[in-house]
């Protein structure tokens, strides 16, 4: 262990020392140093973000079990902007008389989980993969069935955990396989992408262990406990879950499909390309129906998902590129939603579509600032989520997925209208008793504006999307 | 140089800024501080302008003998490796020029709107956007690349939309502004077709690439064709489309007269300065593409140009609203510049170039004078509160200022020297008369039309028979009377000015001397056409009246505007609503509705048929879990 493996390790080592920090801080402050409790943490968070996006050196470590590369680092500040985002808009929450007591399990959980994804993304080695994974999965848990003496809460975190444990198990199963039949290599990334050819033992271990990403990512049909645990967890641990955790498994299949099953292409390109059919078509089906917004918002991520795949399916590092950059304008634009969602939800309860009626009259800022994270998620320009489903498509087409677009394309039309739905309740609709007047603290304030800013900015400014690009690379 | 791309950026930053200022803030504000901000933020563009304009043509810009283009600009969308659009700034001889020609009108106008649109409902909306076009405008001339001009085109006509209807009560103000929208929306669309295409084969954006003569583009060999046309013919074309939309070429000039719904100085400023000229400035933006790859579809502009100009200087002769006459008018004269371009040939040799240099000239003169007769017919109507001429005469004594410096407009739009448009249109004749007889015939006798409805304008409103007034029309005050002084005074100064030795096709200077055997006939017709309106119109008589009735047919065709309007209504009522659009709504209603509903009845029951899945039970979701992999699996392996 030298200087060299700690820099190459540096994001994870800073997460370690916040957890543990945390810890010690939370057992021996006092009373008022508890209070500031959000804000070290929140602090402490934003420099490490901020110390990722120096840059790095490169490298593996671990005898090549973990393995850091710029691109991996890009993928981390996302997940750390989104990280960040979910911070800010918790403190409300948090600060209430019944979580008040315990609310730095929730920083120490978040992280905690972060380290997992951090370590699933790095990983060069499917034991360490697999280490990370369950180190993602099972502080989720926690962080799902938080509000102990909800029901709901407690149901959904049931359900996160036994369906979590399900599709590790298909995971286990998949690399057990390919450990099987490819025993000399040992399971190391770099000789595994060599060995691996489309035996039928080998494809049958790609299905299994796709499956277990694809329960991570809630692809459908994977996709059955999405809606239960967003609709039961706490708001913004389900913002946590719809953003940061899927991002980190998409930037974790894209890691793995490119460098361990580049040989097998052929193959999962049918298995990706049928999910996105049907993830697209189905999320967009379901979230057409529902009336509670974190139900709603739960398909809608559903779909959102199907669109990443899509980039990802190019191949190419325009694709590479693109699903990055459309994780981080997805962030931003999902994250503001949620926030508002959680603003409200923790000053009147309601959250229910119709509860959202006659906004506008009541709550002008927060109506617009709503509106304009759903525009972005439809895709309307110029703001950033047009360009992210541009780039997306962009790079599918120049694959020749001409069909997939097309089919995608349209979706993106029947969600337009489920988007509008919500729009439509928050300024037309009339209603006598529409939530009253929410005074927004200062963080969910910043972190609303922060979304804002990129759900504007992040598209027209070009250098964010120039900024990925630079590290992408592709499948051949 | 690199001082002077920065100076021109922050000419486009600062309309913008005084445009979100007073977008956002501007309700808090009173009328005088919006006012003040516009006014202020223009000022400050022209002046930086005119730095940059002056040192572009009297240091950095000359490279030797020539002009060369400076561009700066950074990667915006990354299409492929080599198609991506840039965002920047050009500075050449033809945007320098622009830049002095926008900010300077378009500070007369914001001046000159203090006194005209005092306390008007909406002032501050109304400075916003002003300060929004300007930004558009001095963006449009400035852009690097043909998809930034597109861009900043599309937002001209937004904000000439915004404008035209700004009186959003009166119904017909919103329906010119739709109009204008949708037709010049109509023509863009072509615009755009013709920078796909010609991205497609050239396979930039970029101004420097695509006129660069010696560069690759031009000694390519794209033989494609397409319905019998060379690929880069269509391109042209359609591109000349969208300049046709803007400029109001005919047969797309249909929105410019009811575009004068919109407040008088708006008409200055936009309706005849510079949104419509956008189209001759793209055509000359493309002139070493136009003519060396596509020389024929310069010689379909020429003669657009031609029948564009004589058409509306018939029409003109019969209107009434003075606005109008004064709308018809600038359809003519800018087709004038379009006549030019299309006998242009490139280079600076003998007469070869002078049809560019001329147009250009001519564009510059024209900005001035036409933008002083538009403020000289505010004022007028600001005095007497009506558009029409049968509500005016003897207003020489009333308003003396509006009067002299709307008559030095007048001779200098007849082409007397030494006004300028005497200098600019005669070059413009001189090249048409080396190119093409006809042409210049043609050109001619709209030149001795121009002078007699332009005089008999002005009879009709200075002269004549005295009207009965209400209430003593009164000179206004002299923030509306100061912009006309000093664009009276550019009216009589800028034809002096050498032009040919800064704006030409290829950057070298070049000489042009009289050319008496067209410069003296054309003052004679120029003269002619006054004498008769001042026969016709000084004083009342009824010869007006009875050479109306003697052209009989020709006359009610001219002053209905040849049916232009109607031809339209029938074909967008009759043939694209009843027949095309009824039968795609019947399409539309039954089958694609049809298939929605289909959808919609399909979806809702296959969603409730398959909302069982979504039970809650656990176990049902680990075996429908399961089922897949196994069902992926197999049809993996198999």
């Known amino acids: 262990m030298n200087i060299d493996a700690i820099l190459l390790m540096r994001t994870e080592f800073l997460l370690v020392f916040q957890i543990i920090f945390l810890i010690i801080y939370d057992l021996f402050a006092s009373k008022s140093g508890r209070k500031g409790l959000d804000v070290v943490a929140c602090s402490l968070f934003i420099i490490s973000t901020v110390i990722g996006f120096f840059p790095a050196t490169t490298g593996s470590a671990f005898g090549g079990m973990f393995v850091a ?111 099987g039949s490819t025993g000399e290599a040992g399971l190391y990334f770099d000789t595994m992408r060599n060995v691996i050819a489309p035996r039928s033992l080998q494809l049958l271990g790609m299905v299994f262990f796709l499956s277990g990403l694809a329960f991570k990512i809630s692809l459908v049909p994977f996709h059955l406990w999405t809606a239960d645990v967003y609709q039961g967890a706490p708001t913004n641990i389900t913002a946590f879950l719809s953003v940061v955790s899927k991002g980190a498994a998409v930037f974790a299949l894209m890691v793995v499909l490119y460098k361990v099953f580049a040989n ?108 304009l994270f759903l525009f972005s998620l439809a895709g309307i320009p110029p703001f950033a989520g047009f360009f992210s489903k541009f780039f997306i498509f962009m790079a599918a087409a120049q694959m020749s997925y001409y069909v997939l677009v097309f089919v995608a394309l349209v979706n993106t039309v029947i969600s337009l209208y489920y988007y509008l739905l919500v729009v439509k309740a928050m300024f037309i609709t009339p209603n006598d008793e529409p939530i009253a007047y929410v005074k927004t603290d200062f963080s969910s304030k910043l972190g609303l504006a922060i979304c804002l800013s990129g759900t504007l900015l992040l598209g027209i400014v070009s250098y964010f999307y120039s900024y990925i690009q630079q590290f992408a690379y592709g499948l051949f | 140089m690199e001082p002077y791309i920065l100076i021109a950026l922050f000419i486009l930053i600062i309309p913008i800024f005084s445009f979100l200022l007073l977008g956002l803030l501007g309700s808090k504000m009173s009328h005088k501080t919006a006012g003040l901000i516009g006014t202020t933020g223009l000022f400050i563009v022209a002046l930086l302008s005119y730095i940059t304009a002056f040192h572009y043509f009297f240091s950095f810009g000359k490279v030797g003998e020539t002009y060369e283009k400076f561009s700066a600009s950074f990667q915006w969308l990354h299409l492929t490796d080599h198609l991506h659009i840039d965002l920047g700034v050009l500075l050449d001889p033809i945007s320098s020029m622009m830049l002095v020609v926008i900010s300077t009108v378009s500070l007369m106008v914001h001046i000159y709107s203090l006194g005209y649109m005092h306390g008007e409902k909406g002032f501050q909306r109304y400075y916003a956007f002003l300060s929004l076009f300007s930004f558009s405008m001095l963006g449009l001339v400035l852009a690097p690349n043909i998809f930034q001009m597109y861009i900043f085109w599309e937002l001209v006509g937004v904000s000439s939309y915004l404008l035209i209807g700004f009186y959003y009560t009166k119904p017909s103000a919103v329906a010119a502004s739709k109009k204008a929208f949708i037709v010049t929306r109509f023509a863009d669309l072509g615009f755009l077709v013709g920078i796909l295409i010609l991205s497609y084969f050239t396979k930039t954006f970029d101004f420097n690439e695509l006129t660069n003569v010696h560069g690759s583009i031009f000694h390519s060999h794209i033989t494609t064709t397409f319905m019998g046309f060379s690929v880069f013919s269509w391109a042209t074309l359609l591109i000349f489309m969208g300049g046709a939309g803007k400029s109001a070429m005919l047969p797309l000039h249909i929105w410019l007269p009811d575009a004068m719904e919109g407040p008088t100085p708006v008409s200055a400023l936009i309706h005849a300065a510079t949104m419509v000229v956008a189209g001759v400035y793209l055509v000359a933006r493309l002139f070493p593409f136009y003519y060396f790859m596509t020389p024929h579809v310069l010689t379909v502009i020429a003669y657009i140009g031609a029948a564009t100009s004589l058409f509306a200087a018939v029409v003109a002769c019969t209107q009434t609203d003075i606005k109008r006459v004064l709308a018809f008018s600038t359809i003519s ?61 003897g207003l020489r004594k009333y308003l003396p200022i509006t009067h002299i410096t709307f008559l030095i407009a007048c001779l200098s739009i007849a082409g007397i020297p030494p006004f300028s448009g005497f200098f600019s249109k005669d070059e413009i004749l001189v090249a048409a ?61 800028t034809g002096f000015i050498p032009f040919a030795r800064f704006v030409t096709s290829d950057g070298l200077k070049m000489e042009t001397e009289m050319v008496w055997i067209v410069a003296i006939p054309s003052v004679l017709v120029g003269v002619l056409g006054i004498v008769i309106a001042t026969i016709m119109y000084k004083k009342p008589t009824t010869i007006s009246d009875k050479v109306a009735t003697s052209m009989g047919g020709l006359y009610k065709a001219a002053s209905h505007k040849f049916y232009f309007d109607e031809l339209y209504m029938f074909v967008t009522k009759k043939i694209i609503f009843g027949l095309i659009s009824g039968s795609i709504a019947w399409f539309d209603r039954h089958v694609v509705d049809g298939f929605m509903n289909f959808q919609a009845y399909w979806s809702n029951g296959l969603s409730s048929k398959i909302k069982g899945l979504q039970s809650g039970r656990l176990q049902q979701y680990a075996w429908v879990f399961a089922a897949s992999v196994f069902v992926i699996a197999a049809l993996v392996i198999f």
């Open chain 1, 69 to 179: 590369d710029a691109m991996n680092g890009v993928f981390k500040s996302v997940l750390n902007i989104g990280v960040i985002l979910v911070f800010l808009q918790s403190k409300t929450w948090l600060n209430n008389e019944y979580t008040e007591h315990k609310k730095a399990e929730v920083y120490i959980l978040i992280i905690s989980t972060l380290l997992g994804m951090d370590l699933m993304i790095s990983s060069g080695h499917f034991l360490m993969f697999y280490i990370g994974l369950e180190l993602a999965s099972l502080p989720l848990a926690g962080l799902i069935a938080y509000n102990k003496y909800s029901s709901e809460s407690v149901e959904a975190g049931a359900k996160f955990i036994l369906m979590a444990a399900f599709s590790s198990g298909m995971l286990l199963f998949g690399i057990s396989l390919l450990y």
């Open chain 1, 264 to 371: 097998l292409f052929d193959y999962w390109e049918y298995i990706i390309y049928g999910l996105v059919v049907v993830t697209i078509t189905v999320g967009n089906l379901f979230a057409m129906r529902q009336h509670n917004m974190k139900r709603f918002l739960a398909f809608s991520s559903i779909s959102q998902a199907g669109y990443i795949m899509l980039g990802m399916l190019a191949g190419t590092p325009a694709g590479m590129s693109s699903v990055v950059y459309y994780i981080l304008v997805y962030t931003v634009s999902n994250v503001g939603i949620f926030a508002v969602v959680s603003i409200l939800e923790n000053k009147s309860g309601k959250h229910d579509i119709g509860d959202y009626s006659g906004l506008y009259k009541t709550n002008p800022k927060l109506s617009v600032a709503m509106m």
């Open chain 2, 333 to 393: 004269q800018i087709a004038y510049m379009m006549v030019a371009l299309g006998v242009s040939r490139y280079g600076a040799d003998g007469e070869a170039g002078l049809g560019f240099m001329a147009s250009m000239f001519h564009l510059f003169t024209h900005a001035f004078f036409k933008a002083l007769l538009f403020l000289g017919a505010g004022a007028v109507i600001h005095a007497v509160h009506s558009n029409d001429m049968s509500d005016m005469g």
């Open chain 2, 433 to 493: 008369f080396h190119k093409d007889i006809v042409l210049f015939a043609c050109q001619y006798l709209v030149a001795g039309l121009t002078a007699f409805y332009m005089f008999r304008l002005y009879y009709n409103i200075f002269w004549g028979k005295e009207n009965h007034y209400h209430h003593t029309p009164e000179e206004a005050g002299l923030n509306m009377t100061g912009p006309l002084m000093f664009l009276a005074l550019l009216t009589v100064v």
